[in-house]
């Protein structure tokens, strides 16, 4: 860790919640701002974060199916205005090549006038059009579907106003995109998707999302419907987590993809496409994350355990990291990732205010008096806190001193442990800020307070009067639920909050990221 991360305090998050963000990513190393405006530079631990994410949701993406393959990331500009509504939604966002080589003129570089593109060519925003061009060529009947094909790739839109993982000119994501016979059977894959990305969300990052689909002013530029997963951050806010689109027959349409159906007549193939980004490690930061540093669940941690040896004499030295050698073979040999840190010159403090603030879930103490009594030091992240707990007292209790054999065994239930409580501890902040709310004022009193949240409202109103709400309330439809999504207490009919018209059920409305 650099000296200057090491020293740095976060800044807790009643004071400051943004730049509390900004301090445990800059502690725990995850990332920071490269000399391109909006864009990052992922480091080491933080892109071993994502690397874990991959492997996870790959998985998933396999079990159901799916293949990975490349598509370029430059599109040519034409291809992009096929789609009228796709063309118009990305276009503010888009970085544009117009010139391909440089010279050297009066001791300066600078674009040579001569190397201007017979067709600009747009830096990928998303796939579609350019994907869809490629599917023209591979599909041809029935025969040939479904296609099931994501993609793992960089994409560019060029953001205004950018936060580090949350919204950034570059991020890296995955990319889904499917064709398929039907409408019935591109809306299965598309509802699949979603549930892919919910599962995974809540049993591997440990955070609970609310399913449900986009109004129609939220919606995909292009898509017929999206889908979406929305969490709440400890602040309250919502953050989309990860989307699926139905596309109807729209890029098919746009780059004449037809097939021949089994009834020998030939027509326009279904299309989906769904992706989660670098964003869920924004997601993971502001979900568990305390004034301490990173919270990491230990299915996404990059380090299961840390063992710090304790010693000050030279032969103190030899039989802590002897012990420390053996403790740490044990454990790898249970299928988990240890770091033994045995760095010479800095003092065990130090090692631990580090490895907590990147979040490892678990350090072990190995010191002279565990050795002579056979035990070691046991020390969780966190804990669920206990009301009036001071943090001295939480400290204590999160330390535990076990005879040898039994502390080794006890590692792997108590990653499960944990996990489990950082699942139950989101969603207990989820239900404490979330309310029912069936009258204007009420609204604006949830949203003018201090804690703000999810708001289970009704809703029958115009596209304009929902963005007009919006900017009133500086609040959004996160999403229409699925009907399952919705709590007990707040489902049924009612009456629209602003317009009094009939609702046939509520939608959720919060602040967003």
């Known amino acids: 860790m650099n000296p200057s991360a090491e020293q740095t305090p976060v800044t807790p998050r009643s004071v400051d919640y943004a730049q509390w963000y900004l301090d445990v990513i800059k502690r725990a190393e995850l990332a920071e701002h490269s000399p391109v405006r909006g864009c990052m530079v992922i480091r080491p631990h933080g892109y071993a974060i994502w690397e874990k994410m991959q492997r996870e949701l790959d998985d998933r993406f396999k079990a159901t199916g799916h293949v990975n393959a490349y598509f370029p990331m430059f599109i040519p500009l034409s291809f992009l205005a096929r789609e009228e509504q796709h063309a118009a939604g990305f276009a503010k966002e888009c970085a544009v090549v117009t010139h391909y080589r440089l010279k050297s003129q009066n001791g300066e570089v600078v674009v040579d006038p001569d190397s201007k593109l017979e067709e600009p060519l747009v830096v990928r925003p998303t796939s579609e059009t350019i994907i869809w061009a490629q599917y023209k060529n591979w599909i041809q009947s029935y025969r040939d579907l479904p296609l099931l094909i ?39 894959e598309a509802r699949r998707m979603l549930d892919v990305y919910a599962d995974f969300a809540e049993n591997v990052m440990a955070v609970p999302v609310i399913k449900g689909c986009k109004t129609p ?37 746009s780059a004449d993809v037809t097939f021949l159906n089994r009834q020998g007549q030939r027509e326009y193939v279904y299309a989906t496409s769904w992706g989660v980004s670098t964003r869920l490690i924004g997601a993971l930061i502001m979900t568990h994350s305390d004034d301490n540093g990173l919270v990491l669940p230990p299915k996404l941690a990059p380090i299961h355990v840390v063992i710090v040896p304790i010693f000050k004499t030279d032969t103190e030295k030899s039989r802590t990291l002897e012990e420390a050698g053996r403790v740490a073979a044990e454990l790898r040999a249970q299928g988990l990732t240890v770091k033994l840190d045995d760095r010479d010159g800095i003092m065990p403090g130090a090692k631990f205010y580090e490895w907590e603030a990147k979040g490892v879930p678990l350090r072990i103490e ?34 535990q001193f076990l005879p040898r054999a039994e502390a080794l065994a006890s590692v792997r239930p108590l990653l499960e442990t944990m996990q489990r409580e950082l699942l139950e501890r989101a969603r207990a902040l989820r239900a404490a800020r979330s309310r029912i709310i069936n009258s204007l004022a009420e609204f604006e009193e949830f949203f003018r307070g201090d804690t703000p949240g999810f708001a289970w409202v009704h809703w029958a109103g115009s596209p304009e009067q929902e963005e007009e709400f919006g900017k009133r309330f500086e609040t959004s439809i996160r999403c229409i639920p699925f009907p399952d999504q919705i709590p007990p207490a707040a489902q049924g009919p009612g009456t629209c909050l602003l317009t009094g018209q009939p609702s046939s059920q509520r939608v959720l409305m919060a602040r967003a990221y």
């Open 150 to 188: 994501n993609q793992w790739a960089n994409v560019v839109r060029w953001e205004m106003r950018t936060r580090l993982f949350l919204r950034t000119t570059e991020f890296l994501w995955q990319e889904g995109h499917t064709a398929h016979a039907t409408a019935e059977e591109a809306i299965e």
């Open 217 to 253: 002013g939220e919606r995909f530029a292009g898509a017929v419907e999206t889908y979406c997963i929305e969490g709440m951050m400890q602040d309250g806010k919502a953050l989309q987590m990860g989307t699926s689109h139905y596309l109807g027959q729209n890029f098919a349409k």
């Open 366 to 399: 190995i010191g002279p008096k565990d050795l002579d009594q056979g035990s070691l030091c046991l020390v969780r992240r966190f804990l669920i806190e206990q009301p009036g707990e001071s943090a001295a007292d939480q400290r204590k209790r999160r330390k």
